[in-house]
């Protein structure tokens, strides 16, 4: 049975993707909401959802839909800035609908917790949209980790470096009270693909945090992870400055992982993934969330060993 769907968030970058999902899977987008209004994406996807730019008049208007059993609303969706992710979530929950919420979900274990709580007390779920889980070449390198002995640990290098303009510092991306910094909101993603593959977190130290750029040291039951991330174009490579404004490399064991392609239906595969009652809820979330949340507080520790290439440049 199709189901009816609200999208909070609607003029963002990643907001389109959800559309597409939602009308790829054979349900309806209802109703949105952001407070700019140009989205005008929803005239393909989506031309007959209700728009509004007042989160009381959306609120409003999703709680009179419930009154009838053919325009109540199953699911809401949540593509607003990160800061925000907690409170559309409960919202969500409240108006007796489950939700799906974009990457960080939250900002600490104790929102978590908190979000938890509205759950419970309102029988319905959060799903959170995990998509580098369902990678084919994520998942071929789970499988290698899993097939190797137990007792090996892989060295694995992350470098992602996506180059960011000055409009990045004058929005809500470049304020770390709303985006929680480079590290969660280039990084959450790639957090927990290192758990999904390698498991359990077992240290994690920050080499470096500044406004545009991180870098740390991880350690999971099966890898030592060095990590940076930037959104500084003086960061890329020399072989592709001037070229591409995004570098992003992973290597396990001097080995580079090839996964530039494929990511196009990824949001369509984890909404068909939650649909089907197998999708990623606030307790597979948790250890991303654990990770960011230290690598925000954690003291810094530019000494420590196992620094990634990028950062010793960086601190030279």
Request: glycine letters at 6%.
């Amino acid at each position: 049975m199709s189901k009816n769907f609200a999208l909070i968030g609607a003029a963002g970058y990643i907001a389109p993707r959800h559309m597409r999902a939602i009308k790829d899977t054979g349900n309806t987008l209802a109703v949105a909401y952001d407070i700019n209004d140009s989205v005008g994406i929803i005239d393909s996807l989506s031309p007959d959802a209700s728009f509004f730019t007042e989160f009381e008049s959306f609120y409003e208007h999703a709680h009179r839909l419930r009154r009838s059993q053919a325009t109540a609303l199953h699911f809401v969706s949540i593509c607003s800035p990160n800061h925000l992710h907690h409170a559309h979530s409960a919202a969500g929950l409240r108006l007796g609908c489950n939700v799906i919420c974009e990457k960080p979900l939250v900002p600490s274990p104790d929102a978590l917790d908190e979000l938890a709580r509205v759950e419970g007390e309102a029988g319905r779920r959060v799903f959170t949209i995990l998509q580098l889980r369902h990678h084919e070449a994520i998942l071929r390198l789970r499988d290698k980790v899993a097939a190797a002995p137990a007792d090996t640990k892989f060295d694995v290098d992350l470098s992602y470096i996506t180059s960011r303009g000055k409009w990045y510092s004058a929005s809500w991306k470049g304020d770390p009270r709303k985006s929680f910094g480079v590290a969660t909101n280039i990084g959450v993603h790639f957090f927990d693909m290192l758990h999904f593959i390698f498991g359990r977190l077992q240290a994690n130290v920050v080499h470096h945090s500044a406004e545009h750029k991180a870098a740390g040291f991880l350690e999971y039951e099966r890898a030592r992870v060095r990590w940076f991330l930037s959104i500084d174009a003086d960061d890329l490579p020399a072989e592709v400055k001037g070229k591409k404004t995004t570098y992003r490399s992973i290597t396990v064991d001097g080995e580079e992982l090839e996964f530039s392609e494929g990511f196009t239906d990824l949001h369509t595969t984890s909404y068909s993934e939650i649909l089907a009652g197998r999708g990623y809820g606030l307790q597979e979330a948790r250890q991303a969330v654990e990770a960011v949340h230290v690598i925000r507080t954690a003291r810094i520790n530019p000494s420590h060993s196992e620094q990634h290439p990028f950062t010793r440049r960086l601190l030279a």
